[in-house]
C-alpha cells in the first residue's frame, strides 16, 4: 500500500472512530466502511437547497448512500430530474422524474428500492447533468475528498465525463457532518475533488486548484472492477476497438 492511501487509509479510520465515539452517526451503523450517514443530514441537504447554485439545476446526478437521501428528496420537490447510480453500479443509472412520480410517493423514491420501482434505467447518453452530488468520509477546505475507499464515486464521475454529459464547470457537491471537514487530504490523478461542501451549519467553496479527471483512468482500474460494471466494461470495449482500428 502506497504512502498516500495509507494516509487516507487512517483519515477514514478516524473519522468513523469519531462519528461513533460521538454518536453523531445514523443508521445505518456502525459506519465502518461506508459513507457515514450522519445526524444532521436533513439540515446539510436543506442548507445546500437555498444556494443560488441549486436553484439552477435542472438535472442532478447523486450517489445512492443514506445521508444524501434529503438532497434527492429536496431535487424531486424542487421538480429537479435526479440521476441515481445503483450501487457499486452493477446496474447502471436510474433516472428520476418528478412529473412521473407522485409526489406522495417522493420521499418512497429517493431510496435505491423506491428509485427502482419509480424510476428507469437509463444509458449515460440519454443524460446530460448540471452537478453531481457526492457521499464523502471526509473533505478539506482545499477540495480533496476521500470516499470509502473502492472509488465508485470516481468511476461515476469518470463515466460522465467519458460520455460527455458533464464538464469540467458543473460542480461537484458534497454533504457531511462538519467533524468530516479535516485539515488535509492528498490527492492524486484519478481523484475526483469537490467544489462545494455543505455541512449542517456552513458552505465551503473550495475554490479549488485540483484538476478534475476527464475520464476513467483505466490503469487505476482492475479487470475485475471493469468486469463488474456493465457501463465500464462497454467503454472498455468501445476503446480497444478504435485502438485497434487506428493501428
Not at 48 to 72: H, M, T
Not at 80 to 98: C, S
Amino acid at each position: 500500500m502506497s504512502d498516500i492511501s495509507q494516509i487516507k487509509k487512517k483519515i477514514r479510520e478516524k473519522i468513523w472512530d469519531l462519528m461513533e465515539k460521538k454518536n453523531i452517526a445514523r443508521f445505518p451503523r456502525p459506519v465502518y466502511g461506508r459513507i457515514p450517514n450522519f445526524i444532521g443530514a436533513d439540515r446539510a441537504a436543506a442548507l445546500l437547497r437555498k444556494q443560488p447554485e441549486w436553484k439552477k439545476f435542472g438535472i442532478i446526478f447523486a450517489n445512492p448512500d443514506s445521508p444524501q437521501r434529503y438532497v434527492r428528496f429536496f431535487a424531486l420537490r424542487d421538480s429537479k430530474k435526479v440521476v441515481m447510480a445503483t450501487p457499486r453500479i452493477k446496474k447502471g443509472f436510474i433516472l428520476l422524474d418528478p412529473e412521473k412520480i407522485p409526489e406522495g410517493k417522493y420521499w418512497k423514491a429517493s431510496t435505491i428500492r423506491g428509485a427502482f420501482r419509480y424510476g428507469k434505467t437509463v444509458q449515460p447518453n440519454e443524460i446530460q447533468v448540471d452537478a453531481k452530488i457526492t457521499g464523502s468520509v471526509a473533505v478539506d477546505r482545499y477540495g480533496g475528498r476521500v470516499g470509502k475507499g473502492h472509488g465508485f464515486s470516481d468511476i461515476e464521475y469518470g463515466i460522465l465525463r467519458e460520455y460527455n454529459v458533464i464538464g469540467r464547470s458543473e460542480p461537484i457537491i458534497t454533504t457531511v457532518h462538519d467533524v468530516q471537514v479535516v485539515d488535509k487530504i492528498p490527492m492524486i490523478t484519478h481523484d475526483m475533488p469537490v467544489d462545494i461542501i455543505v455541512t449542517p451549519t456552513k458552505v465551503i467553496r473550495t475554490k479549488t486548484n485540483y484538476a478534475k479527471p476527464k475520464g476513467i483512468i483505466w490503469e487505476s482500474i482492475s479487470c475485475d472492477k471493469i468486469k463488474e460494471i456493465p457501463i465500464l466494461l462497454e467503454l472498455a470495449k468501445t476503446k480497444y476497438k478504435k485502438m485497434v482500428e487506428n493501428r
